[in-house]
């Protein structure tokens, strides 16, 4: 059994930098990849990057070259960082990952730029 636990979202002013962390906890040797989603209001949950065990990362063009996907050696903890920020990043924030048939999902953070 996965627990994720998603930290760090706040108020950021437009082109502001945020780092978010996901701290991974039972089970972590299963761990293969861990995504990030976000969700804004009234939107669909977006997928915004994943980081594989091997540290390999893939990201979408809307956050490619402001987001910076990574984790520490143990794979206990996954970063997003977020540069160049816009009002548009605005979502709560998610870490997610698979295990056979099994989606876990941490409590989400909230993220809002805004001047």
């Known amino acids: 059994q996965v627990q994720l636990v998603e930290s760090g979202g706040g108020l950021v002013q437009p082109g502001g930098s945020l780092r978010l962390s996901c701290a991974a906890s039972g089970g972590i040797s299963n761990i293969g990849y861990m995504n990030w989603y976000r969700q804004a209001p009234e939107k669909e949950r977006e997928w915004v990057g994943d980081?594989?065990?091997?540290?390999?990362?893939n990201y979408p063009d809307s956050v490619k070259g402001r987001f910076t996907i990574s984790r520490d050696n143990a794979n206990t903890m996954y970063y997003l960082q977020m540069n160049s920020l816009k009002p548009e990043d605005t979502a709560v924030y998610y870490c997610?990952?698979?295990?056979?048939?099994?989606?876990?999902w941490g409590q989400g953070t909230q993220v809002t730029v805004s001047s």
């Open positions: 997610n990952t698979k295990i056979g048939w099994v989606n876990y």
């Open positions: 980081i594989t065990n091997g540290g390999k990362t």
